[in-house]
């Protein structure tokens, strides 16, 4: 009699405490698209930049091209690429967006392209989630979450892939 008790409690207990744990599903879909595990690193109240970086996917057969990004919590968002040009770190801003061949994965990481975004209004901290508008030419307009990581992360928080 005890045992049917117990597991009851038990499944009560787990059932409670799942919506404490983060998903660990973090992807989101735009028509052909995938955007995978977007974050963010954490930044100061008085930090002029943060950045966004995420991978997207284009399973569909016809090209597409992200246009435009925005939040609310700064002032704007600019598509960035980083390049290596005689031994100097260069940034440039992409202003004709970005660029999603079909059947292919675009990566906007920390040394490469990225979502720059200018002015935060506050500081974000670490496991906090930041609203995020991406505008697509094709797929239209998402909006994802911004998984918020420690200041020198190279990954989102629980991914350990050679990425």
Do not use: K
Request: aromatic share 4%.
């Amino acid at each position: 009699m005890r045992r049917p008790l117990l597991r009851a409690g038990l499944l009560a207990c787990v059932a409670t405490a799942l919506p404490a744990f983060p998903s660990f599903a973090h992807d989101f879909r735009a028509g052909d698209l995938v955007i995978n595990h977007p974050w963010s690193r954490a930044v100061g109240a008085r930090a002029q930049t943060a950045a966004g970086y995420m991978s997207i996917v284009n399973r569909g057969s016809a090209p597409d091209r992200l246009i435009s990004a925005e939040t609310p919590m700064a002032g704007s968002v600019e598509a960035h690429e980083m390049s290596m040009t005689d031994g100097v770190m260069r940034m440039r801003p992409m202003p004709e967006g970005i660029q999603l061949p079909p059947g292919g994965t675009v990566w906007l990481r920390p040394g490469g392209m990225h979502l720059m975004l200018v002015g935060p209004t506050r500081a974000f901290v670490p496991g906090e989630r930041v609203p995020l508008t991406l505008r697509f030419e094709r797929a239209g307009a998402v909006t994802v979450e911004l998984e918020v990581a420690t200041a020198g992360a190279r990954a989102p928080a629980g991914e350990h892939h050679g990425d």
